[in-house]
């Protein structure tokens, strides 16, 4: 994580008696929060993230820690009070003033009503790849053109981009004329 925000972080940590876990790469999900009365709740998150990627999903599961304080079990998991907490939570972070401009824009924007996870806002991942020195030369589906032929790096099925619908790309396989909604930022290679 960003080292200018370890000390709240820590301070979190030990104030809600939590315990943080580092996962290995899980596909799906960048953390989880699961609950326990009287133990210390826990707080898994994925260890390839980038710095900034690895606070906001701990901030994201910390939501989730105070909204189960304040509510129990009686909300949904990325329901109106988790929002209202995670704005809460993200508000400490926003306060030390360590996201660069264009990464707090994008972020203010998401937290104006975030998503269940910030791979579900193409805007914020976009600049998010930008602080991720391992994905900077990497390219996205959301960086081709209408009608540029590519293949997924995880499929090699020959795709063309149609058009950017919000989140997803639809997309159309040139011989079966098959359409498809491909997520904007999954990495392709053009061919």
Not at 11 to 25: A, D, F, K
Not at 107 to 133: G, S
Not at 150 to 161: A, D, E, N, Q, S
Request: proline content about 5%; aromatic content about 10%; overall charge positive.
């Amino acid at each position: 994580m960003p080292e200018a925000a370890l000390n709240l972080c820590v301070e979190l940590i030990m104030q809600y008696r939590l315990h943080l876990h580092i996962e290995v790469e899980r596909k799906g999900r960048y953390g989880d929060y699961t609950p326990h009365s009287g133990q210390g709740s826990r707080i898994s998150i994925n260890h390839n993230l980038s710095p900034f990627e690895f606070l906001i999903t701990f901030i994201h599961e910390l939501a989730h820690h105070t909204a189960f304080l304040k509510y129990g079990n009686k909300h949904e998991p990325h329901g109106a009070e988790w929002k209202e907490e995670y704005k809460w939570c993200m508000r400490f972070f926003f306060d030390l003033d360590l996201f660069p401009y264009d990464l707090k824009s994008a972020l203010a924007k998401h937290m104006q009503n975030p998503k269940y996870t910030q791979a579900a806002d193409v805007k914020l991942l976009q600049v998010l790849r930008k602080y991720d020195e391992r994905k900077v030369d990497i390219l996205t589906l959301s960086q081709l053109p209408d009608g540029a032929l590519f293949k997924m790096k995880t499929h090699p099925m020959l795709l063309m981009r149609v058009k950017l619908l919000r989140t997803y790309v639809l997309c159309e396989n040139p011989e079966t004329k098959s359409r498809y909604k491909v997520h904007a930022m999954v990495e392709v290679l053009t061919v």
